[in-house]
């Protein structure tokens, strides 16, 4: 069984607004902290928005999509979701969900689970 599975993402043009949502299975707990993750062709994997798990709830976005971006969880149904709007032709990136992340100190060091990623393209 797959673990995560994503849909939504696909192309839109600059100003526009696309929704992505990550399933997770059966087996995967509904209170670990889970994110999304964005890759461009040439650039490292980087954050774009963190929910903490174990019922603390802080919600964290990069800079870059702060106002733009809304992370939010169906907990009944343990599917994670990315509403995007105002997009930009910098938000071009493959898009990753990912659950259960492991802590060093108060950082994050690795998710236990990932999506296997949808394309995001925004022309302009």
């Known amino acids: 069984q797959v673990p995560l599975v994503e849909s939504g993402g696909g192309s839109v043009q600059a100003g526009g607004s696309l929704s992505l949502s990550c399933q997770a299975s059966?087996?995967?707990?509904?209170?670990?902290?889970m994110a999304w993750y964005r890759q461009a062709s040439v650039n490292q994997r980087e954050m774009v928005s963190v929910?903490?798990?174990?019922?603390?709830?802080?919600?964290t976005y990069a800079d870059s999509v702060k106002g733009r971006f809304t992370i939010s969880h169906d907990e009944r149904r343990n599917t994670l979701f990315l509403q995007m709007s105002s997009l930009k032709t910098e938000d071009t990136a493959m898009y990753y969900c990912?659950?259960?992340?492991?802590?060093?100190?108060?950082?994050?060091?690795?998710?236990?689970?990932w999506g296997q990623g949808t394309q995001v393209t925004v022309s302009s």
């Open positions: 929910i903490r798990g174990q019922g603390d709830g802080t919600i």
């Open positions: 059966g087996s995967i707990s509904n209170r670990c902290t």
């Open positions: 990912a659950f259960c992340a492991s802590y060093t100190g108060d950082k994050i060091s690795r998710f236990e689970y």
